[in-house]
């Protein structure tokens, strides 16, 4: 009885470590800086990217967002300039629900509003 007791206890255990949580949706944002392409210090070519403000109340998502956020420059309009108002997609995926931490954030494509 108290081996299938422990069993039990181990399977909700190792199933709650394994909730995923996911939250999509759109966001406003401030584009503050259009940075060019560059190199890392391991010489790899990196993209083009914004950087940008959210500008708008912080969602009710799996883990909160912060202010400042960046996507590469190719997720946006062909035109952006720093001063515009973009709304993106925002995906946020956390694998390992458990602990909230490890949390993706995948912002783009973005639009104007």
């Given at each position: ?64 967002l ?40 995948t ?7």
């Amino acid at each position: 009885m108290r081996v299938l007791v422990v069993l039990v206890a181990a399977a909700l255990l190792l199933s709650g470590c394994s909730l995923e949580r996911e939250w999509k949706g759109d966001l406003a944002f401030k584009v503050t800086k259009v940075n060019p392409p560059y190199t890392d210090k391991s010489d790899k070519a990196k993209p083009a990217y914004v950087n940008l403000d959210l500008d708008q109340a912080e969602p009710d998502s799996v883990s909160p967002l912060g202010k400042k956020h960046g996507a590469d420059l190719d997720r946006f309009p062909s035109d952006v300039a720093v001063g515009d108002q973009v709304v993106c997609a925002v995906r946020q995926y956390d694998a390992n629900g458990f602990d909230g931490g490890n949390v993706e954030v995948t912002i783009g494509p973005c639009r104007r509003p």
